[in-house]
């Protein structure tokens, strides 16, 4: 690749050195805005696709309630959430989380951090980012932000879009703890959902990290978002392995539901904790071989 003054050197793709680096006017820190990073983001049309899902979903849920009727049974033999999921709009909310937490949630995390280094590879555009010049380690950085605000924003949306559908298509009542007559009073029901969102974000933290390994390690955006989600699925599996005992706290999905303590009438945060302590220490071991990656890597697209 060459320009009126000859060719552009590997420190020039790096952001390191070449002409535009000892401009007087360069400034490293004004290079790739994060507005301008989440204007490209949101114009993606994965991007769109991904709120559509999860803010149809309640409507689904919704709908095939409705059609199929009020879940019945004995809470002894079938899940909690659902037996109580249409007692209330913060009950539906609770059993969509319950519903869409172990894989949508996932998915449409993984999507939005490991596709944003990755695409950029694959349209063969990395290589111009760098030569602008972007420092690798800011252009890491101004990614993983905007990939991480647009996925909390997801995750986010999936239970208030499930409580507005709730408040329609239930109404409104106090939030029942499942397998038990107890209702939560209005004001704590409210706190120990933005307590479970909270927790979900924390938990999610591991597949957005992982995600994004693995996009600067690939050019292919499924592969990157195809791998994380299939390494959280190994990890349900290997969950399921009762013989493992207690060594299956250390995988990342163990703790992926720990939030229902949340649900019960004494909030118990044991698991949470554990949870989160897990994926946060997983998220900074995999964003470190991010950079590390990222760093040493010969981008050629």
């Given at each position: 690749?060459?320009?009126?003054?000859?060719?552009?050197?590997?420190?020039?793709?790096?952001?390191?050195?070449?002409?535009?680096?000892?401009?007087?006017?360069?400034?490293?820190?004004?290079?790739?805005?994060?507005?301008?990073?989440a204007?490209?983001?949101?114009?993606?049309?994965?991007?769109?696709?991904?709120?559509?899902?999860?803010?149809?979903?309640?409507?689904?849920?919704?709908?095939?309630?409705?059609?199929g009727g009020?879940?019945?049974g004995?809470?002894?033999?079938?899940?909690?959430?659902?037996?109580?999921?249409?007692?209330?709009?913060?009950?539906?909310?609770?059993?969509?989380?319950?519903?869409?937490?172990?894989?949508?949630?996932?998915?449409?995390?993984?999507?939005?951090c490991?596709?944003?280094?990755?695409s950029?590879?694959?349209?063969?555009?990395?290589?111009?980012?760098?030569?602008?010049?972007?420092?690798?380690?800011?252009?890491?950085?101004?990614?993983?932000?905007?990939?991480?605000?647009?996925?909390?924003?997801?995750?986010?949306?999936?239970?208030?879009?499930?409580?507005?559908?709730?408040?329609?298509?239930?109404?409104?009542?106090?939030?029942?703890?499942?397998?038990?007559?107890?209702?939560?009073?209005?004001?704590?029901?409210l706190?120990?959902?933005?307590?479970?969102?909270?927790?979900?974000?924390?938990?999610?933290?591991?597949?957005?990290?992982?995600?994004?390994?693995?996009?600067?390690?690939?050019?292919?955006?499924?592969?990157?978002?195809?791998?994380?989600?299939?390494?959280?699925i190994?990890?349900n599996?290997i969950?399921?392995?009762?013989?493992?005992?207690?060594?299956?706290?250390?995988?990342?999905?163990?703790?992926?539901?720990?939030?229902?303590?949340?649900?019960?009438?004494?909030?118990?945060?044991?698991?949470?904790?554990?949870?989160?302590?897990?994926?946060?220490?997983?998220?900074?071991?995999?964003?470190?071989?991010?950079?590390?990656?990222?760093?040493?890597?010969?981008?050629?697209?």
């Amino acid at each position: 690749m060459t320009d009126r003054e000859g060719p552009v050197t590997q420190e020039a793709l790096d952001g390191r050195g070449g002409r535009a680096a000892e401009d007087p006017a360069y400034r490293r820190r004004r290079t790739l805005p994060l507005r301008v990073e989440a204007v490209r983001q949101l114009r993606r049309r994965r991007t769109w696709i991904a709120f559509l899902v999860l803010l149809a979903l309640p409507w689904v849920l919704a709908a095939a309630f409705k059609i199929g009727g009020s879940p019945s049974g004995d809470a002894a033999n079938t899940p909690g959430l659902v037996t109580v999921a249409t007692a209330g709009a913060l009950n539906f909310t609770a059993f969509t989380l319950f519903a869409s937490s172990g894989f949508l949630l996932v998915v449409a995390v993984a999507l939005f951090c490991g596709d944003t280094v990755a695409s950029e590879a694959g349209w063969a555009s990395l290589r111009y980012l760098l030569a602008a010049p972007v420092p690798r380690v800011r252009l890491l950085r101004q990614k993983l932000i905007v990939a991480l605000a647009y996925a909390a924003l997801a995750v986010v949306s999936l239970p208030a879009m499930a409580m507005i559908t709730g408040i329609y298509v239930f109404g409104w009542a106090r939030l029942r703890v499942p397998g038990g007559d107890v209702a939560l009073p209005n004001g704590t029901a409210l706190t120990r959902l933005l307590i479970i969102v909270a927790y979900i974000l924390a938990s999610e933290l591991v597949v957005a990290a992982l995600a994004f390994l693995l996009s600067v390690t690939t050019d292919s955006p499924l592969g990157a978002v195809g791998g994380a989600v299939g390494l959280v699925i190994l990890s349900n599996i290997i969950d399921a392995v009762t013989a493992l005992g207690h060594w299956r706290e250390f995988l990342p999905t163990h703790w992926t539901f720990a939030w229902t303590d949340a649900l019960q009438p004494h909030l118990e945060w044991t698991g949470m904790i554990k949870g989160t302590a897990l994926s946060a220490s997983y998220a900074i071991v995999f964003l470190a071989l991010a950079v590390r990656r990222f760093r040493s890597k010969d981008v050629v697209s």
